[in-house]
Every structure is written in C-alpha cells, then in structure tokens.
C-alpha cells in the first residue's frame, strides 16, 4: 500500500563492505558471493560506498563495473584500507580497465580541468568522476598526495592515546583527503567530545574532511 515503507529487502542500497576473496555484503546484511551481485540490480543508491581491505582490488574490479553499468549516473567511493600505499600506477592502471561511457557527471567535471591549446576546450572533453577511490593508511605510512593526482586520495588514519592532543599542524602539512579519527575505546566520553569538535572545526577550516 502507498502508506508503506519499503520492505528491508528492497531498500537502496548505499554502502558495500568487501570482505574475503570474493565476498561482499550490504552494510548490516550477510556475506554474500561476489556472482550474486546482479540480484541487486536496479536497488543501488545514488552515492555508492564500497569499503574493504587494499587486496580486494583483486577480485572486485567486476562487481563494480556492474555497479557503474548499473548506476552510470551514480557516484561510487571506494574505501581501501591499506598498511601500505599500492603504487599510483597501478591504482591508475585497475581505474582505467573499468569499462566506462561517459555521463553527465563526467562532462560537468571538464570545467575543473585546465583548458586545452591555444586556451581552446580541455583535451578530452570529459573527466572520470566514479569510481573516486580512497586508501586509507596508517599516519606513519611514507606515502605522497601529490604522487596519486589522478589515481586515489589519501586518508590518514590517527588513534590518540588518552590525553593526547592532536597534531594539528601535522595534519595540514601532511596533507590529503581528510582524518580517519579512531579513538581509544577507554577515552573518556568528555574528552571525545572535545577531540571531535576540534578535529571538524580544523576540518572546517582547511577544506578536510573528518572521519569519526
């Protein structure tokens, strides 16, 4: 009846977690094989996020080709979790080996390229917005923005210690997408708050984003 939510089984789905070769999951759903992917055609929201460990580059390149052949007007983020940085080539290499057709997204990101010769349109006349792909990697991980233009976007993952106050300075230096702020289970409930705030307010500021 028009009353009536959707039924559980028939929501939008927003985020994908990939776990173990071949295995993947709607978040808060059970682990399913990667071939059964297609039985959630058509149930893909807008804005994709698909999260799992760095190795799953491996096996996942066809679930998200059928995700963006799926949904060519919606933006997928894929969240890597890394202990080290893969290299840039190869993450450039995996993104292009996708199949594509250019959509509105994609053409609309032309205007943030620079203009092509003699100040004429950009050379191609498109950008590729999905799949934006995230690593994830530990704070102390030697790995450079700058080298990944065009293939990821780094997130520093940082967990204080209680009473530790947060480098902030360090974090703009370091520069990146954003923060993965990962509290100590024993922090104190007023000390959380206030880690929190400040870490959104530099955020705020610098243009960052803050994951918590």
Same mark, same amino acid.
């Given at each position: 009846?028009?009353?009536?939510?959707?039924?559980?089984?028939?929501?939008?789905?927003?985020?994908?977690?990939?776990?173990? $070769?071949?295995?993947?999951?709607?978040?808060?759903?059970?682990?399913?094989?990667?071939?059964?992917?297609?039985?959630? =055609?058509?149930?893909?929201?807008? #804005?994709?996020?698909? *999260?799992?460990?760095?190795?799953?580059? @491996?096996?996942?390149?066809?679930? +998200?080709?059928?995700?963006?052949?799926?949904? $060519?007007?919606?933006?997928? &983020? +894929?969240?890597?979790?890394?202990?080290?940085?893969?290299? $840039?080539?190869?993450?450039?290499?995996?993104?292009?080996?996708?199949? #594509?057709?250019?959509?509105?997204? &994609?053409? =609309?990101? =032309?205007?943030?390229?620079?203009?092509? $010769? &003699?100040? @004429?349109?950009?050379?191609? &006349? #498109?950008?590729?917005?999905?799949?934006?792909?995230?690593?994830?990697?530990?704070?102390?991980?030697?790995? !450079?923005?700058?080298?990944?233009?065009?293939?990821?976007?780094?997130?520093?993952?940082?967990?204080?210690? *209680?009473? !530790?106050?947060?480098?902030?300075?360090?974090?703009? =230096?370091?520069?990146?997408?954003?923060?993965?702020?990962? +509290?100590?289970?024993?922090?104190?409930?007023?000390?959380?708050?206030?880690?929190?705030?400040?870490?959104?307010?530099?955020?705020?500021?610098?243009?960052?984003?803050?994951?918590?």
């Amino acid at each position: 009846m028009g009353g009536q939510g959707r039924r559980a089984e028939d929501a939008l789905i927003s985020r994908i977690e990939l776990g173990a $070769p071949g295995q993947w999951r709607p978040a808060g759903a059970g682990w399913r094989a990667a071939d059964s992917f297609g039985d959630s =055609v058509g149930r893909l929201a807008a #804005h994709l996020d698909v *999260v799992g460990p760095a190795g799953a580059l @491996g096996w996942a390149g066809p679930l +998200l080709a059928a995700a963006a052949a799926d949904s $060519p007007a919606s933006v997928i &983020d +894929l969240y890597l979790r890394c202990d080290e940085a893969p290299a $840039p080539e190869a993450l450039r290499a995996w993104r292009l080996a996708l199949p #594509h057709a250019p959509g509105y997204l &994609d053409r =609309v990101a =032309v205007y943030a390229s620079p203009p092509g $010769p &003699d100040g @004429g349109p950009p050379d191609p &006349d #498109h950008g590729r917005v999905s799949p934006r792909i995230f690593l994830v990697l530990p704070w102390s991980a030697a790995a !450079e923005p700058s080298d990944y233009a065009g293939a990821a976007e780094l997130i520093w993952r940082f967990s204080p210690a *209680v009473g !530790e106050p947060l480098p902030l300075g360090a974090w703009r =230096v370091a520069g990146g997408a954003g923060i993965s702020l990962e +509290l100590c289970p024993d922090t104190p409930a007023d000390e959380r708050a206030a880690l929190l705030a400040e870490a959104r307010a530099w955020a705020a500021e610098q243009g960052r984003v803050i994951w918590a």
